[in-house]
C-alpha cells in the first residue's frame, strides 16, 4: 500500500530532527548549568581552604619564639628600630625562609603599631601595612581575599603574644598565599568534571540519536502535521464509506473499527482488545486465518511455509445479515503493519437478487399464462363460430379443472391467488426437469391478492428450492414436494414437505434446530458450518426467516423426517391481505 505524503511548504528540518537537536541542546544546557555552579562551589571551597592554609601557617609562625621575642623586644624599646636595623636583623631572614619553604607570596611581621618588621621587599620593612592591622591586635584571627602592594592573595593576620605576658599583644603574622595556587587546583579538579561532562554529553546525543531512530520507525517517518492529516483523514473515510472496516495489529490486536463494522459483527467498543476476544463469531474468525495471507506467500501455505487452508470465497451470515469477509495484509517498506478487514453487507444484494427472481419467475408464468389462454380463448371462438356449443361447454369445463395453462401440478386449482398460482406453476416446471414432481397439498385455500408478493414468493421460492433439491438428491421413490398454503384472516400460513431424506441424516446434517424451533438468524458467537447439500446453503433459509420475521411470522422447522417423508418447514407471516379481500 502506498500513501501520499504531503510536505508543507517553508519547513527544511524534519520533525524528528528537531527532537533530536532538541534533546542535544537540553543536554548541553544542563551540563553547562551544573559545570557553572561546579566551578562557582569549587572556587569557593578552594579559596576557603587556601585561606585556611594560609592561616595555619600565619598561626604557626606567630607560636614561634624567634618571632615572639623580636616582637616583644621591638614593642619594649623605647625608641623604635631604624631601617637599616631592621633589614639587618635575623626576623627578616626568617620571614623569607619561611616563604621559600611555603610557597607563600608573603610573610609580614609587624609591631604593636602596625610597622612592618619583616617583608618580601627591604624597602618596604619600617613602614606601615598597606592594610589595617587593628583586628589582629585586637587578638583576632582574620582570613579574607585582599589586594595589597603585592597583589592579590588569600592572606591571614594572627596576632603575636609576648614570652613573659601570653595575654598582651606585641605585634602581628600576616601570611599571604598567590591566586595561583587557587587557580591551579581549580583547573586539576575541573578538568575532571570537563572529561565527565563530555562523557555524558556523548552518551546523551547516542541516547537521543537512538531515540530519533525509533520514534522515526514508530511513526514511519511522518511528521505531526501529516499525522494529525492521517487522522481526520481516517475518520473521514472510515465513517464514510458504506462498509465495515477493522484495523489489525501485527498481534492481532484491534486498532480501527468504524461503526459499521461494530454493527454488522455486533462489538463492542472493541478498539484495542486482541481480535478473538472481540469477534466471537466462528465463522469470522476462520475467515480471518484463511484469507490472511500476506501478499507473495504461496497459495496453501502460510508466512513459515506451514500448510494453510484454501480462503473460502462465501459469504457468511452474521447476526441474521449475509456479509462477506475480506483480509488485506498491509506491508509498508517490507514491514508488515497489520491487516485491513473489510465486511460488505451483501444482504439487500442478496434479497433483492431473489426478489429479482421470484419476480422474473411470476413474469415467465405469467407470458406462458396469457399465451395459453390467448390460444384457449381462439379455440372456444372457432367452436362456437361453427357452431360446434356443447364441444365449447366440454372444452371450458376442462379449462376450468386444470386452469388457464396447464402446469405440471396437482390441485392448483385450491389456490386460487394469481401470484402464488403462477409462481408455483413456474417451479412445478423446474422439478419437472429434474424428476420431481410439485404438488399442492389437499388442504390448500388461498383467495385474494397478496400484499407482498415479492417477500411470499422469496420465502417460499427458497423452501420449494430445498425440497426440489432434498427429493432429487434422495433415493426414495417417488420424488415429490408438496406445499400447503392457507389463508386465515390477512395472514398466510405455508407449508412446505419432501419426500427427502430429512435434517439431522447420518449422513451429517446440520441440524439448524430441533423440530418444533424456530429457524432464526445466525447469532455471532455460534458456528456457522453450513447446512447438510440436501437442503440448500442454510443461508437462504436464515434470510426467509428473517423476512418472515418483519411480517410478524416466523420460519418453523416442524419435523426433520419420517419414514414416509423428510423434513417439513412451516412459516407464518402476518398482513398479507385485507381483510374483506376474498371473503
Not at 85 to 96: H, N, Q, S
Not at 176 to 185: D, H, I, K, Q, Y
Not at 409 to 436: C, D, H, M, N, S
Not at 449 to 454: A, K, N, V, Y
Amino acid at each position: 500500500m502506498t500513501t501520499a505524503r504531503r510536505r508543507r511548504p517553508g519547513r527544511s528540518v524534519p520533525f524528528t530532527r528537531q527532537v533530536n537537536r532538541s534533546i542535544v541542546a537540553a543536554m548541553v544546557a544542563v551540563s553547562a548549568i551544573t559545570l557553572c555552579l561546579f566551578a562557582a562551589t569549587g572556587v569557593a571551597r578552594i579559596v576557603q581552604q587556601t585561606q585556611e592554609s594560609a592561616l595555619r601557617l600565619a598561626q604557626t609562625v606567630a607560636e614561634t619564639p624567634q618571632v615572639r621575642a623580636a616582637a616583644e623586644a621591638e614593642s619594649d624599646r623605647g625608641t623604635p628600630s631604624t631601617d637599616a636595623e631592621l633589614v639587618a636583623g635575623t626576623l627578616d631572614d626568617y620571614a623569607r625562609d619561611i616563604e621559600r619553604r611555603t610557597g607563600a607570596l608573603f610573610v609580614v611581621v609587624t609591631d604593636d603599631t602596625g610597622r612592618r618588621l619583616a617583608h618580601p621587599n627591604p624597602d618596604e620593612i619600617g613602614d606601615q601595612v598597606s592594610t589595617s592591622p587593628d583586628a589582629a591586635l585586637r587578638g583576632e584571627e582574620t582570613v579574607s581575599w585582599e589586594r595589597g602592594t603585592l597583589g592579590d592573595s588569600a592572606r591571614a593576620k594572627v596576632p603575636i603574644y609576648a614570652l613573659d605576658d601570653p595575654g598582651r599583644v606585641v605585634g602581628e603574622v600576616s601570611v599571604g598565599l598567590p591566586p595561583s595556587e587557587v587557580w591551579a587546583t581549580a583547573l586539576s579538579d575541573a578538568l575532571a568534571v570537563a572529561v565527565a561532562t563530555a562523557l555524558a554529553l556523548a552518551v546523551g546525543w547516542l541516547l537521543a540519536a537512538f531515540i530519533t531512530r525509533r520514534l522515526r520507525q514508530k511513526t514511519l517517518g511522518l511528521e505531526p502535521e501529516e499525522l494529525l492529516e492521517l487522522v481526520h483523514d481516517q475518520q473521514a473515510v472510515l465513517q464514510g464509506v458504506g462498509d465495515g472496516v477493522i484495523g489489525l495489529s501485527p498481534d492481532g490486536v484491534v486498532t480501527v473499527c468504524n461503526d459499521r463494522a461494530a454493527e454488522l459483527l455486533g462489538l463492542d467498543q472493541p478498539v484495542g482488545k486482541p481480535v478473538r476476544e472481540t469477534i466471537t463469531d466462528a465463522a469470522v474468525l476462520a475467515c480471518l486465518d484463511e484469507r490472511g495471507t500476506s501478499p507473495g506467500d504461496e497459495p496453501g501455505t502460510g508466512p513459515d511455509d506451514e500448510p494453510r487452508a484454501e480462503p473460502r470465497d462465501e459469504p457468511l451470515v452474521v447476526n441474521g445479515r449475509l456479509v462477506y469477509v475480506d483480509v488485506h495484509v498491509v506491508r509498508r517498506d517490507r514491514q508488515e503493519l497489520g491487516r485491513v478487514v473489510i465486511v460488505r453487507d451483501l444482504t439487500a444484494i442478496d434479497d433483492l437478487t431473489r426478489r429479482l427472481t421470484a419476480v422474473g419467475t411470476l413474469a415467465s408464468a405469467l407470458r406462458e399464462q396469457r399465451h395459453e389462454f390467448a390460444n384457449r380463448i381462439h379455440v372456444v371462438t372457432g367452436l362456437v363460430r361453427a357452431g360446434e356449443t356443447t364441444e365449447a361447454l366440454a372444452y371450458l369445463e376442462q379449462v376450468g379443472e386444470h386452469g388457464p395453462v396447464r402446469f405440471p401440478i396437482e390441485r392448483a386449482e385450491l389456490i386460487a391467488e394469481p401470484y402464488l398460482q403462477a409462481f408455483l406453476g413456474a417451479k412445478a416446471r423446474e422439478a419437472e426437469r429434474r424428476g420431481v414432481t410439485l404438488r399442492v397439498g389437499p388442504d390448500a385455500d388461498v383467495t385474494g391478492s397478496l400484499r407482498h408478493p415479492e417477500d411470499v414468493t422469496t420465502i417460499l421460492g427458497n423452501l420449494v428450492d430445498n425440497g426440489i433439491d432434498a427429493a432429487a438428491a434422495s433415493a426414495r421413490e417417488p420424488r415429490w414436494v408438496e406445499v400447503e398454503a392457507l389463508r386465515h384472516g390477512d395472514e398466510l400460513h405455508l407449508s412446505v414437505m419432501d419426500s427427502g431424506d430429512g435434517i439431522g441424516a447420518a449422513t451429517g446434517g446440520i441440524d439448524l434446530v430441533a423440530p418444533g424451533d424456530a429457524v432464526v438468524p445466525h447469532r455471532a458467537g455460534e458456528p456457522d458450518e453450513g447446512p447438510e447439500p440436501a437442503h440448500g446453503h442454510g443461508i437462504g433459509l436464515r434470510l426467509s426467516a428473517e423476512v418472515a420475521r418483519r411480517h410478524g411470522g416466523e420460519l418453523r422447522l416442524a419435523k426433520g423426517r419420517t419414514e414416509r417423508h423428510g423434513a417439513v418447514f412451516v412459516a407464518r407471516l402476518e398482513h398479507q391481505f385485507d381483510e374483506e379481500d376474498g371473503r
